[in-house]
């Protein structure tokens, strides 16, 4: 949920909306950070949209990024003279980037990256990721293209269909020297909409993260715990040189080698056979036809019968059948074969020759180590790029924060998309105003309530279970509870029913081809089961 400060920030926003009328006019912060894009006049002093090429992994297929970008007023104006950046094309590459004055060093410090993202045209298959790139690759400017080494990838995607939101940071193995990506397991999958959006990520030097959408805690956690792959390698690895023995038998069960088909198993027998005690029901019209043709259609007028042959009428089912049993011929109806017994199968015994699953031996990872300081060894960051391809126009890009200060970005907050935010709401109607990314209070709405946590575990699921239920405990643990209650309660039912089940006797009314208890009751035919014959279920026959 919302954070208090940011509840007060909305409120305040709100209430100064309220009181005038007049369109606000954008004024430039004057909150100062080591990188702070509101995207003033002098924009393109600082930004270069590339003109590299970019080459798919299959194919070796060549595409240019030509997407094109524009810093303008948005589609629908609520602050006066408050532009912003533009990914203007649809399917196409966009790439552009803005170097940063010094370096950012976040060893010793919390990094803070926040910035408002805005889907003008709604979703449809269109990232909204930025990347802060390496320390000495800041500078590529026509050159940044989707090999530009970066440090933090971070923002919003939807990803056609569905959407996430992406938390990834480049670490470079220290014994291998090679970089590796690793990537939020459970990333969150907020409500996107057409509104303006603001994401915040805090990454501190403890190696505790937290992503924000709109102000609410989404995701928290460890660098060291909540990522895929994870940071430390296993001590131990499987054995690449390690292979089954020939002779090793994994296999749990097999037949039964001593077991033999009973004498009177017939396999011949079918499944069901004509019901000899059925008789047709009184009333049934032998001479009847099920369909007629319809006396009420007539041969159309461009029917020509020597070019289109006899002209034959559609038929219609015959009414006098709706008033009758039946009509047309009689066929007995089939009941279940209490001879049958179908294909004779040995039964299944333990394997006494199982070993168990075989597995690889365990060896030491020779590519093994332990960093429990993974912030302090990420790179510096020199620049922020935006490179993503989208099917969708018009996505825009404003008040790009990069600094230490949480602080900082939550006045930030109050000044831009508070405002943003409150003026939006202001023009929809009240029933458009949605609060889907919100659960409502327990003691308020608890059905609500526990429909939310369900809908978030089994969406985090999806995507990895296992850290679905690391990130929502409570939650599985509830669930698991409720199956295993609900098995409880249909065993006790079952014994109910059971124990209350009486003989049916058997009437003397003739029978027909309706279904009648007596019928169910003939029908049950003594299938024995596979690898003996049928006996009394209480007792259990025993292989001598």
Known sequence: MRSAALSIILAAAAASANVSEEQPTFKATEIRAPFLEQFTDDWSERWTPSEATKKTPVGGETFSYVGEWKVEDPET???????????????????????????????????????????????????????????????????FSDTTPWVVMFGPDLTCPGNKLHFIFRYKNPVTGEYEEKHLSVPPKPTFGKDTNVYTLVINPDNTYEVKFNGAIERSGNLLEDFTPAVNPPKEIDDPEDTKPEDWVDTKKIADPDAVKPDDWDESEPYEIPDEDAAKPEGWLDEEPESIPDPDAEKPEEWDDDEDGDWIAPTVRNPACDEAPGCGEWKRPYKVNPQYKGKWYAPMIDNPAYKGEWAPRKIPNPGYFEDLEPVKHLEKIGGVGIELWTMTENILFDNIYVGHSTEDAEALVAETYALKHSLEDAAKPVS???????????????????????????????ENPVAAITSHPETAAGLAGAVLALFGMLGVLFALVNAGQQPIPKASSKKTDASTPDDKKDEQAPVAPAGGEKKDESSVKKRK
């Not at 094309?89 to 010793?108: E, G, M, N």
């Not at 993202?117 to 449809?124: D, I, L, R």
């Open 432 to 462: 458009d105003l949605d609060d889907s990314e919100e659960l409502p209070a327990f003691s308020i709405d608890p059905i609500g309530y526990m429909r939310g946590k369900i809908g978030l575990f089994l969406d985090d699921a999806r």
């Open 77 to 143: 104006s609520l602050i006066a003279g408050d532009k912003a950046l533009v990914a203007k094309s649809k399917a196409a590459h966009h790439a552009i980037s803005a170097p940063f004055d010094a370096p950012v060093d976040f060893k010793d410090k919390p990094l803070v990256v926040q910035y408002e993202v805005k889907y003008q045209q709604g979703g449809n298959c269109g990232g909204g990721y930025i990347k802060l790139l390496e320390d000495g690759f800041q500078t590529s400017g026509k050159e």
